[in-house]
DNA sequence: GTTATACTAAACAACC
DNA sequence: AGGTTGTTTAGTATAA
């Protein structure tokens, strides 16, 4: 409480700066759950689907209807689908379903939004169609109303569900980005961006949205347009980024009934517009209607230093994600062409909700993949971290995340990241301003055992962890203390006097004793790899490959070819490893085929508090294999002098 | 409600 | 004297 409050004015005192919060480390997890996303290529298509059997079905409606026919546009007719998809008709799906795709947490915030545009649309229709009905056979307007209402309450649910889970997401830490962040090599155009580029981008943008609309191409110059949440709906889209576009959009209707569906229409699909209040980045200013909107846009965000500034931070997150969603589709790929062979989905339980059941589907296959381990857990069993306060868009708190989060993540965070992530991520926490899911002590004793000699001196920690962690640039003052006290604190950290001065090492059997405790936290993660242990599913077997894949080999330590991503990878196989422990300590699990990962634990590799002189020989197998080029220049860059404290 | 773990803050001492 | 290092205590949050 009292440490809560205390968070919320360093963060707002030092604004913008520093991203590291709570909600920023929340947001790196969900990123990692955005890369997971396996099911993305088959949610694509299934929007897809969806999207070209609307507008045969707008079409049927209004041929039937004898409203007037637009141009036919179906260059596509019933294409082909994998049967998952094709089975899907376009239905309203009910916010309970919607629920349930939020809880399994299978679609990205971008999907989800696309699914809940799309949804909007349908519910859209299915208001045309009421009044349509009305036509032919008179309703009462007061029916009409209520459906209308009962529709808009539909959709008005199902846009909180997806804000809860956004902001669920969120809060898992996905991604921090602030807007003058130094140490992003992804975004080199944004970076150094002035207002009158800016400016230029925003034209640019306006007008890539306004080309996409015509000839639906992906522009290159900018890609901002496929990944902005409202993509999927292009052709709203640009009338709502054109000021004018209110006035453009006044189509001549035949029908009063209909007059008010273009703007309900606009109004539901604006991007920046929902819910009644303006979505605008740390807005969230309440417009009684679209009209009321638009002006507050023209106003309150017109072209100046504040809406660049947050423009840029929007930009930053949307590429981020993209960076990440780029990596995602590179892995569904390798993965589905891995799998393609012996694709035999086993547990592809069918759902009633279409979507379901195909993202399902889709989720089945990635659970056979280390990247999707982390979510399998959580997928059937944690409840989405219910969230209930918060402004609440990426951006916004991106913007507003400021200072180091006082409050812990839960430690489910902490534990069910796979080799792979870790590895993944490394880059991604290396720029990306981020809380690293890991504690203190692991983080320590990965420091450690990443030096060549396994012993490193404080400074050499806290520069470990400046470097790989962009998080760890700022609040020094606050970590250094943390890693301080962890290493005092944890009897697994042992300080040797040596000829330098004092150095720490690792204790690995006092780091092991603890370790279960901790893993502890996830027993559904622990659930399943020990059934993937015992029965030898996929899962296990894709997990080795993936590792070996990846080039991180079974906690051979010696052998790994990348000392900083092999280590990282290390600290996550700790994590299995203690949960491992853990499960099988309790006993629930003494099958002898318990380890894969068993064997992958580290013998042992404690050294024993070492001879203080003279670690030069080789210590270990691990200390001498770790080495490398590529750590020498880590080393280098050790002593460089770090930014921090740039408050 | 209890317990264990983790994080943050801070006080303090010793050392450089 | 001031900064760094190391220890310790306290308060809080979270999950089992």
């Not at 009305?134 to 459906?147: E, K, N, Y």
């Not at 500034?309 to 994600?321: D, F, H, K, P, S």
């Not at 992530?421 to 990965?446: G, H, M, W």
Request: proline fraction near 7%; glycine fraction near 4%.
């Amino acid at each position: 409480m009292m440490q809560e409050s205390g968070t919320e004015t360093k963060s707002n005192g030092s604004a913008i700066q520093n991203g590291a919060s709570g909600g920023n480390h929340l947001l790196e997890c969900s990123l990692r759950e955005v890369r997971s996303n396996d099911a993305l290529q088959v949610a694509r298509q299934l929007l897809l689907q969806q999207q070209q059997q609307q507008q045969q079905q707008q079409q049927q409606q209004q041929q039937v209807s004898g409203l007037k026919s637009p141009k036919r546009n179906d260059k596509q007719p019933a294409l082909q689908v994998p049967v998952s998809v094709a089975m899907m008709t376009p239905q309203v799906i009910t916010p309970q379903q919607m629920q349930q795709i939020l809880q399994q947490q299978v679609l990205t915030p971008q999907q989800l939004q696309v699914l809940l545009q799309q949804q909007q649309a349908l519910m859209l229709q299915q208001v045309i169609v009421s009044l349509t009905a009305a036509q032919v056979a008179p309703m009462d307007q007061q029916q009409v109303a209520t459906q209308q209402l009962a529709f808009q309450q539909q959709l008005l649910q199902m846009q909180q569900l997806q804000q809860q889970h956004l902001l669920s997401l969120q809060r898992q830490g996905l991604l921090t980005i602030q807007p003058g962040q130094p140490t992003l090599p992804l975004q080199p155009l944004a970076q150094g961006m002035i207002p009158t580029e800016l400016q230029q981008l925003w034209k640019e943008v306006t007008s890539s949205h306004t080309a996409e609309e015509a000839a639906s191409n992906n522009h290159s110059s900018l890609d901002l347009s496929t990944t902005c949440v409202s993509s999927s709906a292009p052709s709203k889209t640009s009338l709502i980024i054109n000021p004018h576009a209110s006035t453009n959009g006044q189509l001549s209707v035949h029908t009063p009934k209909r007059e008010s569906l273009p703007h309900e229409e606009h109004s539901h699909s604006h991007p920046l517009y929902g819910h009644g209040v303006c979505k605008w980045p740390g807005c969230e200013a309440v417009c009684e209607d679209f009209q009321s909107f638009l002006k507050h846009l023209n106003s309150e965000h017109a072209l100046d230093d504040r809406s660049t500034a947050q423009c840029r931070v929007q930009m930053q997150v949307v590429q981020q994600l993209e960076l990440q969603l780029a990596k995602d589709k590179e892995r569904l790929q390798a993965m589905m062409t891995h799998l393609h062979v012996k694709s035999t989905e086993p547990k592809a339980t069918p759902q009633p909700l279409n979507l379901v059941s195909s993202v399902t589907l889709s989720k089945t296959a990635s659970e056979a993949s280390p990247q999707s381990l982390p979510h399998t857990p959580t997928t059937p069993t944690a409840p989405i971290t219910p969230v209930t306060q918060g402004p609440s868009v990426i951006t916004t708190t991106s913007m507003h995340n400021v200072g180091p989060i006082r409050r812990r993540y839960s430690d489910k965070y902490n534990v069910p990241i796979s080799s792979a992530d870790i590895a993944q991520n490394q880059e991604f926490y290396k720029n990306a301003e981020v809380r690293p899911p890991f504690t203190y002590a692991s983080l320590i004793r990965q420091a450690i055992l990443e030096s060549p000699e396994k012993q490193l001196t404080l400074n050499e920690i806290y520069n470990w962890f400046t470097r790989m962690f962009a998080y760890f640039r700022r609040n020094a003052a606050t970590w250094k203390n943390a890693v301080r006290h962890n290493l005092s604190l944890h009897k697994c950290f042992v300080r040797v006097e040596n000829v330098k001065g004092a150095v720490w090492t690792v204790d690995e059997l006092e780091f092991q004793k603890r370790r279960p405790q901790k893993i502890s936290g996830n027993p559904s993660l622990i659930k399943n790899i020990q059934t993937s242990h015992t029965y030898c599913t996929p899962l296990n077997a894709a997990l080795q490959a993936s590792m070996a894949e990846n080039s991180i080999p079974l906690y051979t330590t010696a052998s790994m070819g990348n000392p900083t991503l092999g280590n990282l990878a290390s600290a996550m196989r700790e994590e299995l490893n203690g949960a491992m422990e853990h499960t099988n300590s309790n006993g629930s699990d003494s099958s002898p085929g318990r380890s894969p990962m068993q064997a992958m634990h580290p013998v042992h590799v404690k050294e024993e508090p070492l001879d203080p002189d003279e670690n030069e020989g080789p210590l270990s197998l691990v200390t001498t294999a770790n080495h490398s080029p590529d750590f020498d220049h880590d080393r280098d860059y050790e002593d460089e002098p770090v930014n921090e404290d740039i408050e």
